[in-house]
Every structure is written in C-alpha cells, then in structure tokens.
C-alpha cells in the first residue's frame, strides 16, 4: 500500500540543499507519505554532475532514525550512465547487478522495495559526451555479446529474478515503457513463472496525455500502477500567468506560444471559477484515473510539498472533467478508438 502522492527526490541534491532535503524527507513523512522514489542517476544535472547524490541524501536521511526504513516503500531506478565505463549503463545483467550493489550502499539499506527499469533498454546509452577508451572521436570500440543491440528480456528478468531471491528487491517497475514493451515485459517474466513489473513511471498531466493511447490500457489490462511524473507539466499547470501577472515570470511562461498562451488562460480562469488553485485541479484530475496509483511531487523547498494536500480533498465532477477535456485534449481515448473506425 502506497500514498497517493509519491515524493519524488530528484531535486534533492542538485537544486535543493542537503540539510533542507533532509527536512523535506522527514515533513513528508509527517503528512503521510509513505512512498519516495530516486534513481541513481539524480544528482546529474543542475550543475552538480554528481550521480547518485539523491541517493546519498535519502541514505543519511534514513541513518538519522532507523526505524524511518520500515516506515518507508523505497523506490529507485537502473538504466542511466553512471561513468564513462562501457558497462556502466543499460539493462545488461552486468549493470544492474552492479547498479543495485551501488544503490544500496549509498543508501545503507539491504533492499529496494521497487526497482525500476529507467527506460526500456534500446541498446546502452551512449551520449556524445562519453569517450571510452582507446576510441577515437566518432568510433565506437565496444560492440555488446549479444546479437542484438538491446538486452533481452531473458536476461533482464534472470538479473531481476536473481535481486529477488537475494531478498536485495521486493517488487520491479518499469518507467517509460511503451503499451507494447509493458505487454512484452509482462508477457516474458508470467513464461519464466515471475511476477513481473508491479508498475509504471510515466509522464502524464493535463498538457500531456499521449499515455492515455496504450501504456494505460496496458496498465490496466495487466494489473500495473501508473506513477505519474511532472503532475504539473514544468510549472505550465501551475498558474503561470497568475505569477507572469504578479511579476513572477518563469521560463516556462516565456516560451509560451500564442495559442497555448490562449489555452492556459482557459485553464486558470477555470480553477479560478471553481475557486481552486490550479495545482490542486491538476493533481486531483490525476488522481481521480483508476490506474494512477500515485502522482510524483517533486518539490524544491517545504512549502511546495504542503501546497499539494489539498487535491486529495478536491472532487471533480462530469462537468468540471468534461471542461478540462475541452481545454486540454486528450488523444481521443485508447487505441485503436482515438484514430479508427
């Protein structure tokens, strides 16, 4: 049983300071949140370039009172490069027997309750700004053993299974999977007699609804929990204009285009109609979906996370959903209804 509302850590380190990170743990706690979700690779960006720094957060968090471990469902991911090493990334048995080793220790706990897939694995990242080795600019030294590029299923869920029996993770995710790599994941781990993912992390809010297509439907139709990340589109669903008004403008507000500029203008007067704000309307239109097990706050101080608890109280009828239809379209529905006969 988890929260509704997951606190996500990825701002933890990188654009929150340790010290108020900790008390940002420790007040979710208080309001009930009983589920935080990491990934080895936060701590990259904003500056630090410091993989696994969230997690090295979350680790001194729980060493301050270990009964908080109990207390918490703990989630992290596999998938991202973590150095420039050639096996340092991907979905290889290699990795992430090694990534779970390395997860574990930063957080000092001998198990991960969910254990997620980052990305289905298309083959090992490698970004440009990777040089391994004796290679020189532009030529790949490295070729995997396996005949494909990508890591098969077989050998993923052997890795997985092999976490499991060592008691090391309870239950594995998958985190922005299409409909189709759901059902392959599902379909692979039931022939090898595996409980397979238990979930999924998605994008999805409001602006963003292409999940509602087939990863939802596949959600649905094997049993999976949809995670939704980025609940309020970047700050887009968050009254952008309110604050542009009061001369808070945002980067967000700046790139908006005319017609999207008209579209959230529907959008805040609406919430301001029903006299809520809009980050309580966009959370509670999450949460009233059967499939969103919970949505992923990611705040940055406090007082964002305490902002959010009034969308567990709000109730959106068929009319305020049929407006927000309106205002924000969706694809039409699931596949193969939102585009054919």
């Given at each position: 049983?988890?929260?509704?509302?997951?606190?996500?850590?990825?701002?933890?380190?990188?654009?929150?300071?340790?010290?108020?990170?900790?008390?940002?743990?420790?007040?979710?706690?208080?309001?009930?949140?009983?589920?935080?979700?990491?990934?080895?690779?936060?701590?990259?960006?904003?500056?630090?370039?410091?993989?696994?720094?969230?997690?090295?957060?979350?680790?001194?968090?729980?060493?301050?009172?270990?009964?908080?471990?109990?207390?918490?469902?703990?989630?992290?991911?596999?998938?991202?490069?973590?150095?420039?090493e050639v096996n340092d990334r991907g979905l290889?048995?290699?990795?992430?027997?090694?990534?779970?080793?390395?997860?574990?220790?930063?957080?000092?706990?001998?198990?991960?309750?969910?254990?997620?897939?980052?990305?289905?694995?298309?083959?090992?990242?490698?970004?440009?700004?990777?040089?391994?080795?004796?290679?020189?600019?532009?030529?790949?030294?490295?070729?995997?053993a396996h005949r494909r590029a990508d890591t098969?299923?077989?050998?993923?869920?052997?890795?997985?299974?092999?976490?499991?029996?060592?008691?090391?993770?309870?239950?594995?995710?998958?985190?922005?999977?299409?409909?189709?790599?759901?059902?392959?994941?599902?379909?692979?781990?039931?022939a090898r007699h595996f409980l397979g993912p238990?979930?999924?992390?998605?994008?999805?809010?409001?602006?963003?609804?292409?999940?509602?297509?087939?990863?939802?439907?596949?959600?649905?139709?094997?049993?999976?929990?949809?995670?939704?990340?980025?609940?309020?589109?970047?700050?887009?669903?968050?009254?952008?204009?309110?604050?542009?008004?009061?001369?808070?403008?945002?980067?967000?507000?700046?790139?908006?285009?005319?017609?999207?500029?008209?579209?959230?203008?529907?959008?805040?007067?609406?919430?301001?109609?029903?006299?809520?704000?809009?980050?309580?309307?966009?959370?509670?239109?999450?949460?009233?979906?059967?499939?969103?097990?919970?949505?992923?706050?990611?705040?940055?101080?406090?007082?964002?996370?305490?902002?959010?608890?009034?969308?567990?109280?709000?109730?959106?009828?068929?009319?305020?959903?049929?407006?927000?239809?309106?205002?924000?379209?969706?694809?039409?529905?699931?596949?193969?209804?939102?585009?054919?006969?």
């Amino acid at each position: 049983m988890v929260s509704r509302f997951c606190l996500g850590t990825a701002n933890l380190g990188p654009f929150t300071p340790a010290a108020e990170s900790l008390e940002i743990m420790s007040h979710a706690l208080d309001m009930g949140i009983n589920f935080f979700d990491t990934a080895d690779i936060y701590g990259w960006w904003g500056g630090r370039e410091q993989p696994g720094l969230s997690e090295e957060i979350i680790g001194r968090w729980l060493a301050q009172d270990k009964s908080r471990r109990r207390q918490i469902v703990l989630a992290s991911k596999v998938y991202f490069p973590m150095s420039d090493e050639v096996n340092d990334r991907g979905l290889s048995a290699y990795h992430i027997r090694q990534a779970c080793e390395d997860s574990l220790r930063r957080m000092g706990t001998d198990h991960i309750d969910l254990y997620q897939m980052h990305h289905v694995d298309r083959g090992a990242p490698q970004p440009a700004e990777y040089e391994w080795g004796m290679a020189k600019p532009g030529v790949d030294l490295y070729r995997p053993a396996h005949r494909r590029a990508d890591t098969p299923w077989e050998e993923i869920w052997q890795a997985m299974e092999l976490l499991v029996q060592q008691g090391k993770v309870l239950y594995v995710g998958s985190s922005n999977f299409a409909g189709w790599n759901i059902a392959q994941a599902c379909e692979r781990a039931a022939a090898r007699h595996f409980l397979g993912p238990v979930s999924d992390q998605s994008l999805y809010n409001l602006n963003k609804r292409t999940v509602e297509l087939e990863v939802i439907p596949a959600c649905r139709e094997y049993g999976l929990g949809l995670l939704a990340y980025m609940p309020l589109d970047g700050g887009l669903l968050a009254g952008v204009l309110k604050k542009a008004a009061e001369g808070r403008r945002t980067p967000v507000y700046d790139d908006l285009k005319p017609q999207m500029k008209a579209r959230v203008d529907a959008w805040e007067s609406f919430c301001r109609d029903l006299g809520e704000s809009p980050v309580h309307v966009a959370t509670a239109w999450l949460l009233k979906n059967p499939v969103v097990a919970a949505t992923i706050l990611g705040p940055r101080s406090r007082e964002q996370l305490a902002d959010n608890t009034r969308a567990l109280e709000l109730e959106l009828d068929d009319a305020a959903m049929a407006r927000l239809d309106e205002i924000w379209p969706g694809p039409g529905g699931q596949a193969p209804d939102a585009y054919a006969w």
